[in-house]
């Protein structure tokens, strides 16, 4: 069974930059998630994408965007990109209703 | 509402020392309380997680007491190891949220030799 996968691992951006996140689920599971984490804090929920559509979203604003692919993998994409973007972004898949989310690895982000 | 308040913020212990981390929150609509363990420059790995219908759940070293009516949750980690150094996170969802999980701030878990 393959684990949640990230990449790429690490990303240098400047500011008003565009970035693009990419991750793959976990084999079997249908439903990704995706989460900002600042240092030192707890993950933040950015959005779900069930079926290739969103479903639930946090308190992000709409540059924040995604995709869910035919495979169930999923990008995220930030756009107009600003200095407290500086994350490790997280993305979690798992079985439409199952409670279990399994984390990747992470994306760490800095925008200087 | 669907904050989750964490602490401690940080907590050093012994080798062999039980560490307790102690969770609260107020949506009573939570229906599901995982604990997730994270060590640096990793994503969260899930521990262990427990149901509202249940007191307490134990798998391995780790057990989770679950007080309903106080709406509080604590994580507490027996015959702790140098190992168990990492950063703990206690969570709530609800299914209805599309699996949407409110972490903790987090608790910073030294355990010395």
């Known amino acids: 069974e393959t684990g949640v996968t990230q990449s790429p691992t690490h990303l240098i951006k400047t500011r008003g930059q565009q970035v693009t996140l990419r991750c793959s689920s976990q084999s079997g599971h249908n439903t990704v998630s995706w989460y900002q984490q600042a240092l030192g804090q707890g993950p933040q929920f950015i959005f779900q994408?069930?079926?290739?559509?969103?479903?639930g979203r946090g308190n992000f604003p709409p540059r924040f965007s995604g995709l869910q692919f035919p495979n169930y993998s999923s990008e995220l994409n930030v756009n107009a990109l600003e200095l407290d973007d500086s994350a490790l972004y997280l993305c979690?898949?798992?079985?439409?209703?199952?409670?279990?989310?399994?984390f990747g690895p992470g994306t760490r982000l800095t925008v200087l | 509402q669907q904050q989750v308040k964490q602490s401690p913020q940080s907590l050093i212990v012994q080798k062999g020392g039980i560490p307790i981390i102690n969770c609260a929150y107020e949506?009573?609509?939570?229906?599901?309380f995982p604990w997730y363990q994270q060590f640096p420059g990793k994503g969260p790995a899930l521990l262990i997680a427990?149901?509202?219908?249940?007191s307490e759940k134990k798998e391995g070293r780790f057990t989770i007491s679950f007080n309903k009516s106080a709406k509080q949750f604590s994580l507490h980690i027996m015959d702790s190891q140098p190992g168990d150094s990492a950063t703990y996170f206690c969570?709530?969802?609800?299914?209805?949220?599309?699996?949407?999980?409110?972490f903790g701030s987090g608790t910073r878990l030294s355990i010395r030799p």
């Open positions: 949506n009573t609509a939570f229906d599901y």
């Open positions: 427990i149901r509202p219908d249940v």
């Open positions: 979690a898949s798992t079985s439409r209703g199952k409670d279990t989310q399994y």
């Open positions: 994408y069930y079926r290739e559509e969103e479903n």
């Open positions: 969570a709530a969802s609800w299914y209805s949220s599309a699996s949407k999980i409110i």
